[in-house]
């Protein structure tokens, strides 16, 4: 990666690491998991509004890194209006940036602006802070009830 890219990358996870973007309560939420990062201290709570097989809003409210603000900041604006089965291969893909050794090959297309998150691969302690809002909705869309409407009455 050169300089300049770093660079602008860096900028983003500042930004929204400062100044995070849908960070509040959202009213009428399907669900909320929260979520904890010891190694850091990172803790947030995660809200989602869910239409069927569709998220429809998304936010959260907590507290920590920079790293850990940013990633849940960036992945709320990605799965804003993105089906469930999508949000749950955005999943892989980001785990897969932040894990996986940098092949070159450019495989985190879909994540759009998430890839600025990729160099935390570099910093093993950071991974956790990157990955804890996705753990977050991971566990949030498992645990929804998806079959509320469904009586056995
Ligand atoms: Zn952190």
Same mark, same amino acid.
């Given at each position: 990666?050169?300089?300049?890219?770093?660079?602008?990358?860096?900028?983003?996870?500042?930004?929204?690491?400062?100044?995070?973007?849908?960070?509040?309560?959202?009213?009428?939420?399907?669900?909320?998991?929260?979520?904890?990062?010891?190694?850091?201290?990172?803790?947030?709570?995660?809200?989602?509004?869910?239409?069927?097989?569709?998220?429809?809003?998304?936010?959260?409210?907590?507290?920590?890194? %920079?790293?850990?603000?940013?990633?849940?900041? $960036?992945?709320?604006? #990605?799965?804003?209006? +993105? *089906? @469930?089965?999508? /949000?749950?291969?955005?999943?892989?893909?980001?785990?897969?940036?932040?894990?996986?050794?940098?092949?070159?090959?450019?495989?985190? %297309?879909?994540?759009?602006?998430?890839?600025? $998150?990729?160099?935390? #691969?570099?910093?093993? +302690? *950071? @991974?956790?802070? /990157?990955?804890?809002?996705?753990?977050?909705?991971?566990?949030?869309?498992?645990?929804?009830?998806?079959?509320?409407?469904?009586?056995?009455?």
């Amino acid at each position: 990666m050169n300089e300049e890219l770093r660079a602008l990358y860096q900028e983003v996870i500042i930004d929204h690491g400062r100044h995070p973007r849908n960070f509040k309560k959202l009213e009428g939420y399907s669900c909320c998991q929260e979520a904890y990062n010891p190694l850091c201290g990172d803790r947030l709570t995660l809200y989602l509004k869910l239409d069927k097989d569709k998220i429809l809003d998304a936010s959260f409210e907590g507290g920590g890194c %920079a790293i850990s603000m940013a990633s849940t900041s $960036l992945m709320i604006e #990605r799965i804003k209006n +993105t *089906r @469930i089965s999508e /949000a749950q291969q955005l999943f892989d893909s980001f785990h897969h940036l932040v894990t996986a050794p940098d092949s070159g090959a450019d495989v985190s %297309a879909p994540l759009g602006k998430l890839k600025v $998150l990729g160099g935390v #691969r570099d910093f093993p +302690t *950071r @991974i956790k802070c /990157a990955t804890l809002a996705w753990h977050a909705l991971k566990a949030g869309l498992e645990n929804v009830d998806h079959d509320k409407s469904v009586s056995t009455e």
